[in-house]
Nanobody, 121 residues
Framework: QLHLVESGGGLVQAGGSLRLSCAASGSIFIIRAMGWYRQAPGKQRELVAAITSGGSANYTDIVKGRFTISRDNRKNTVYLQMNSLKPEDTAVYYC???????????????WGQGTQVTVSS
């Protein structure tokens, strides 16, 4: 079994901050990239930020300067610090991990169950 468990979502006023966490556990050999995606009602899921095992991060333009992704490789955990939140950031945020479960296995994507972030105006 493999689990990605997210936490940290909630309701916040515009301009506020939230910190999301996602811990991967179970049968894992190695994790390559971890990231956060989000899906707003009626919209497609989109990449918010991703980070490699070496710490290289990339962000979608609309969150640059406001969100920071980080990772603790020893804990198989990825974080998303979200500052200066806007109502348009409201969405379900999903954690993603690209990993191998065994040394001979292939690279596959796994997803968390999602955590709701709601930003009120």
């Amino acid at each position: 079994q493999l689990h990605l468990v997210e936490s940290g979502g909630g309701l916040v006023q515009a301009g506020g901050s939230l910190r999301l966490s996602c811990a991967a556990s179970g049968s894992i050999f190695i994790i390559r990239a971890m990231g956060w995606y989000r899906q707003a009602p009626g919209k497609q899921r989109e990449l918010v930020a991703a980070i490699t095992s070496g710490g290289s991060a990339n962000y979608t333009d609309i969150v640059k300067g406001r969100f920071t992704i980080s990772r603790d490789n020893r804990k198989n955990t990825v974080y998303l610090q979200m500052n200066s939140l806007k109502p348009e950031d409201t969405a379900v945020y999903y954690c993603n991990a690209n990993l191998k479960r065994t040394i001979l296995g292939g690279w596959n994507d796994y997803w968390g169950q999602g955590t709701q972030v709601t930003v009120s105006s």
